[in-house]
């Protein structure tokens, strides 16, 4: 089964501050993987996503990810972030037509 | 262009009903997946549908089914409610089976 672990519930960052979230995943196979946002009243949305190739991703929004493979990890960064970047962000993994999503992260951006 | 819809957007219901939600996913998606979304947590993947056929499922009981109708639109089916299943229920489709999903703003349902 597979499984998707993010470390940070909830996080508060200043604005201009750097953004690290982490993302573990448990599965051997093959996976594709996933980091999306949620902004307050808003429907979840994709940031950013990793099916092969340059482990670098880099998505909407300045956001960009990093796949280490022998980690399992997939963590999000942003170098700095804004008050606009307020939400709650969800890491996710799919194969062989299931997902799995962490229980996610809240960032609050303090102006 | 439409995105997903759901309906209804909130539900109330007794223990013991039985409750229908609905998704329509956007124009050309042809794959269609089913969460459920508790407070404080992720979504919860419950069913996948592909070209009207299942493709996956989670670890949810009997009581929750769903099909894929031809035109792609979808439905989710509980049986025998329990409190435990009220939730934000979510809809995303995709364009294939696998890639980016688009998601619905989900039904609240609330068991009482």
């Known amino acids: 089964a597979q499984s998707v672990s993010q470390h940070n519930h909830h996080v508060i960052l200043s604005e201009a501050a750097s953004l690290e979230l982490g993302c573990n995943y448990s599965y051997g196979g093959t996976v594709n993987l996933f980091w999306y946002v949620q902004y307050p009243g808003q429907h979840l949305q994709l940031l950013l996503k990793?099916?092969?190739?340059?482990?670098l991703v880099k998505g909407i929004k300045g956001f960009e990810a990093e796949f280490i493979k022998s980690k399992f990890s997939f963590n999000l960064r942003k170098p700095s972030v804004q008050w606009s970047d307020t939400a709650e962000y969800f890491c996710a993994v799919a194969n062989a037509g299931k997902s799995t999503f962490g229980d996610g992260t809240t960032l609050t951006v303090k102006p | 262009d439409a995105g997903v819809t759901q309906s209804p957007t909130h539900l109330i219901k007794t223990r013991g009903q039985q409750v229908t939600l609905r998704c329509s996913p956007i124009?050309?998606?042809?794959?269609v997946s089913w969460y459920q979304q508790v407070l404080g947590q992720g979504p919860q993947f419950i069913f996948q549908?592909?070209?009207?056929?299942?493709?996956g499922r989670g670890n949810f009981p009997d009581r929750f089914s769903a099909r894929q109708f031809p035109n792609y639109s979808s439905e989710l089916n509980v049986n025998a409610l329990l409190l435990g299943d009220s939730a934000l229920y979510l809809c995303?489709?995709?364009?294939?089976?696998?890639?980016?999903?688009?998601f619905g703003q989900g039904t609240r349902l609330t068991v009482v």
């Open positions: 990793y099916f092969s190739g340059d482990p």
């Open positions: 124009s050309g998606h042809k794959s």
């Open positions: 549908y592909y070209e009207k056929e299942e493709r």
């Open positions: 995303a489709s995709r364009l294939q089976g696998a890639g980016e999903a688009f």
